[in-house]
């Protein structure tokens, strides 16, 4: 039996446009001479409808769509993703669900059984479990249908599982020999050559061809990478697909080949990819089409820039020079060539009697204060914010007038730590690199200097710093980033105590249970940032979920 494998990025709700994709896809793949054709997991509705499945128009238009698909590609066997109305007493409406398509009408539904509710997951909440599955007789083949987390839990593989039950020994045991997987499976660093050593696990334990279909694209905070593959009973790469892009491959089941597409496995392009891929998706699904990034002449904006150059094309990219009383004088030249470089437009509006005016204005309140801001009385914070909040009034005024999205630049390190500031850098719709540590920052600048420099060299070389007092430097208020990185990953990514990351990195006890604390303080700030892009295997956002108001202290 030859099959297609497609891999295709699906926008949330939009049932009637994902439809259509998978009929073109799926027309596709007849003329390639396929019999069958499989996309990714909720491939009608897009991946993860949330609360969505809570309205039961939403279920109905799902069949609906399910229904006019099957009337649409009756001349090829098509399995794909759908939400199903639930069909046990659980108190769900919904299920995750997979459905075989043939001679225009749905032939089987197969629910997902194993629900994951950990990092970003939280299906438990939307949908009711599958109570059994069974195999499904196709083309001569026993086909083990399943549904992403219903192969993450094989015993041979897993040291700690989290479930009772494999529904892929259950369908196994039923005579099944071949498994077909359609998945929603995000992106993070690290986790596509393990995703790949799992299924070879599969494929070797119970000798037979695994097909995995993944979805690719952004959705909110993810970004699904795609990478769909077949193997062979022995756990070969037999056809593949291309990482965070659409496509469609075939594989043979006969003679156990197939379409070998190239795949990104640098990990620093591959995090570098799924940022574009991510950015445009946003942005683009949000009903945007054009950006706005304030340059300050430093890395993690011009970072920023070259993402969103890349993501959405130079003539729809603006930046904005901010200078302010402490800006150094290549702040704007630096950002002016960064704009040159990338082809993007570039427009200066100085901040400096903007601040001088707010200062006045606060002056008779601040009375008797250490932040007076005139006269005799010296400056605080209040004055360095001052400035970041009218840079972010800026931007959001232009973001207004030309219905343009604000990308914010701060990374996280920055926004582990609480250096920014609420409506001021952290103002925006989306953050970039908010999954991004500092130390990562200059290696994806790196790798955006490829292929020709669009970051200049000055900005690679200048020391890091906000720019909001004379002679600032980032190192005033944080450890040196080679440090701070590693103990926020440990401390953050790994959930290590302060004494695991003393006796695992030689750190002093007094610099992490410090670094801890302004973690832990700044909780309220980041619940008030930007949706951010996760690239990391444990980001700020839906994954992280703490408390504001605790006072539990490592």
Partial sequence: MKIALAQVNTTVGDLPG???????????????????????????????????????????????????????????????????????????????????????QVRFVQSKMLLPTYDVFDEMRHFAPAQQQTVLPLCGKQVALTICEDIWNDKAFWKKRFYTRDPVEELVQQGANLLVTIAASPYSIGK????????????LRHRMPVLFVNLVGGNDSLVFD????????????????????????????STQQGDMHPQVDQPEEAAYQALILGTRDYVQKCGFQRVLIGLSGGIDSALTAAIAAEALGKENVLGVGMPGPYSSPGSIEDSRALAANLGIRFQVLPISDIFRGYRDTLCPAFEGTASAGTGNVTSNITEE????????????????????????????????MGYCTLY????????????????????????ANRDRRVIPQAILEKAPSAELRPNQK?????????????????????????????????????????????????????????????????????????????????
Avoid: W
């Avoid at 990478?227 to 037999?238: H, K, L, P, T």
């Avoid at 999954?435 to 990562?440: F, H, L, S």
């Fill in 474 to 554: 980032d190192t005033d208020s944080l450890p040196p980033y080679e440090i701070l990185d590693v103990v926020l990953k440990a401390y953050i990514e790994e959930c290590e105590t302060p004494a695991q990351i003393v006796e695992s990195y030689g750190v002093s006890l007094e610099l992490v249970r410090s670094i801890i604390a302004r973690v832990d303080g700044n909780e309220y700030k980041r619940q008030q940032a930007a949706p951010g892009l996760r690239v990391t295997s444990k980001a700020f956002g839906i994954g992280r979920r703490l408390p504001v108001a605790q006072r539990y202290a490592e």
């Fill in 385 to 416: 914010n001052l400035q970041a909040r009218i840079r972010g009034n800026l931007l959001m005024a232009l973001s207004n007038k030309f219905h343009s999205l604000v990308l914010s630049t701060g990374n996280k390190s920055e926004l582990a």
């Fill in 18 to 104: 994902n439809v259509a994709k998978i009929i073109r896809f799926a027309r596709q793949a007849r003329q390639a001479g396929a019999e069958l054709v499989i996309f990714p997991e909720l491939s009608v509705c897009g991946y993860p409808p949330l609360d969505l499945v809570e309205k039961p128009s939403f279920l109905e238009r799902n069949r609906q769509e399910l229904e006019r698909l099957a009337r649409d590609v009756p001349d090829i066997h098509l399995i794909c993703g759908f939400v199903s109305k639930a069909e046990n007493d659980t108190g769900k409406a919904a299920s995750n669900s997979a459905a075989l398509l043939s001679g225009g």
């Fill in 226 to 253: 795609g990478s769909s593959m077949a193997m062979d009973s022995e756990g070969r790469v037999r056809a593949q697909a291309c990482s965070f892009a659409e496509d469609l491959i075939c594989f043979d089941t």
């Fill in 192 to 203: 596509r050559p393990f995703r790949r050593e799992m299924l070879r696990a599969f494929a």
């Fill in 424 to 447: 001021g850098d952290m103002a925006g719709g989306l953050g970039v690199i908010s999954d991004i540590p500092k130390t990562m920052v200059y290696k994806l600048a790196a790798v």
